[in-house]
């Protein structure tokens, strides 16, 4: 559990809410109490780490009618109830009610022990799982998301998930077309924050005179034509998270009034002397070497450490050419759907120019590739032109990534082993070692 357990005492007769607090206590359990129902509702939610020890005859909202709250917000949420002699009938109906066991006064704190810490260790099993579905719905998201199955892809979601849920700002570098803000986005997703807003700044894209009042806002008043206040993107993140792609472009007078944000979080609008706190997670994006420009006065050299905290290094679709098959037909897939067309067949050495071309424009270019074949219109332009990759391929590697690109349309195609061995005319136990040695079983 991502908090420490501890029991919630509710409790209107402020000598037993005490005694039942230092006898949790004196054993090391963490308990604090709550005088009504109303009271303790403000401290509970549905991943509240503990257990709910309270009584049933409560002023205001009654311990049966609290029962049934909590229930219908969390059904597995331990809840113990505290029952006089005369409510032992009510006791049985809360146990039937869902209650995980109700206690008789008077009672030896030690028999309070007891119960509570069974409780307690039901909730960290429930809460453990609760945790691993959630890692395994984050896996399988990123990995619908972002494609690939070598180690380079396999780096990059196992980075996202590990820094999720952390609130350190993040830098991502990658070349154009890698899918810098796609990761961002991912990174949102699968964090707590992802029920704020995600909002992306192309720092590339705004004119200097603009950032200003694009990024911190305005008041009304504070320039001429500002007519009104206006709330500036890292406000407007507040709660969520904040994308700054092709932070290399923004002007260093505003890196300036960037990297204060980042340190107090707290900005001030443009005309206004009042500070307004901030919320955000800052995710920033970037194609250059941040350093290198720093060494050259393009960038501050302390924004760019307040922003690397943790770097995300987006390798380039020639790195990763064995994914570049998978892709192909995820964009298919995704162009037919958008185009209203059918997915178009593969031609026998397709594939191998796609794996044999240098894609300078990375995943988003194979992307438009798609489209293109989609629609009919590839025509000779690259990578089905006579364009060649630059700069010398090893020859075994490129053998190795056609042959396995090869192996995986046949499988693709055919659906089993003996009917891809008879297309690619080789041996099911050639075919066999040859899945095997590439990962493709």
């Known amino acids: 559990m991502s908090e420490t357990p501890k029991v919630l005492i509710i409790e209107d007769d402020p000598d037993v809410a005490l005694g039942c607090e230092q006898a949790l206590q004196l054993e090391g359990i963490a308990a604090e109490c709550a005088g009504s129902a109303e009271a303790a509702r403000r401290r509970l939610g549905r991943d509240f780490p503990g257990v709910v020890v309270s009584d049933i005859r409560l002023p205001g909202l009654d311990g049966m009618a609290f029962l049934r709250e909590l229930l219908a917000l969390d059904p597995q949420l331990p809840v113990v109830m505290i029952t006089g ?6 006791a049985v109906q809360a146990m039937k009610d869902g209650a995980y066991d109700f206690i008789q006064k008077p009672f030896a704190p030690e028999y309070l022990v007891d119960v509570v810490r069974r409780a307690l260790e039901k909730r960290r099993l429930v809460m453990e799982v609760r945790d691993l579905r959630h890692q395994l719905e984050q896996r399988d998201q990123l990995e619908g998301r972002l494609i690939g199955r070598g180690p380079g892809m396999e780096k990059v979601r196992a980075m ?21 803000e796609l990761v961002a986005r991912c ?9 704020g807003n995600f909002v992306a700044i192309n720092c590339g894209g ?25 709330i500036g993107k890292i406000e407007h993140a507040s709660g969520g998270t904040l994308f700054l792609d092709e932070i290399e472009t923004m ?9 204060r944000v980042l340190q ?18 800052v995710i920033a994006a970037t194609k250059c070497d941040l350093l290198e420009l720093s060494a050259k006065g393009g960038f501050r050299n302390d924004l760019y450490y307040r922003l690397s905290v943790a770097t995300i290094n987006l390798p380039p679709l020639r790195e990763r050419r064995d994914d570049i098959p998978l892709l192909f037909e995820h964009f298919l897939l995704q162009a037919a759907a958008r185009h209203n067309r059918p997915v178009p067949d593969t031609p026998a050495g397709r594939i191998q120019q796609l794996m044999g071309y240098p894609w300078p424009g990375n995943v988003r270019e194979l992307r438009n590739v798609a ?11 690259p990578p089905f032109g006579e364009v060649r990759p630059d700069g010398p391929q090893p020859l075994a590697e490129t053998v190795e990534a056609f042959e396995r690109a090869l192996i995986a349309d046949a499988l693709r195609r055919h659906g089993s082993l003996a009917r891809a061995a008879e297309a690619l005319a080789v041996a099911k136990t050639t075919l066999h070692d040859k899945i095997r040695k590439y990962g493709l079983g």
């Open 160 to 180: 996202i998930a590990g820094l999720a849920d952390s609130a350190a700002d993040v830098l991502i570098h990658g070349e154009t077309g890698t899918g810098k």
């Open 206 to 230: 705004l004119p200097e005179t603009l950032f200003d009042s694009e990024i911190f806002g305005h008041e009304a008043g504070a320039y001429t034509g500002a007519a009104k206040r206006r």
């Open 85 to 90: 002699h005369g409510d032992v009938t009510m």
């Open 264 to 281: 107090e979080r707290t900005l001030e609008r443009l005309g206004s002397n009042t500070s307004i706190p901030i919320d955000c997670r």
């Open 251 to 259: 002007p260093v007078a505003m890196q300036i009034k960037l990297l």
């Open 371 to 381: 489209d293109r074949c989609v629609l009919g219109i590839e025509g000779g332009s």
């Open 187 to 195: 990174l949102h997703e699968a964090s707590a924050r992802r029920k």
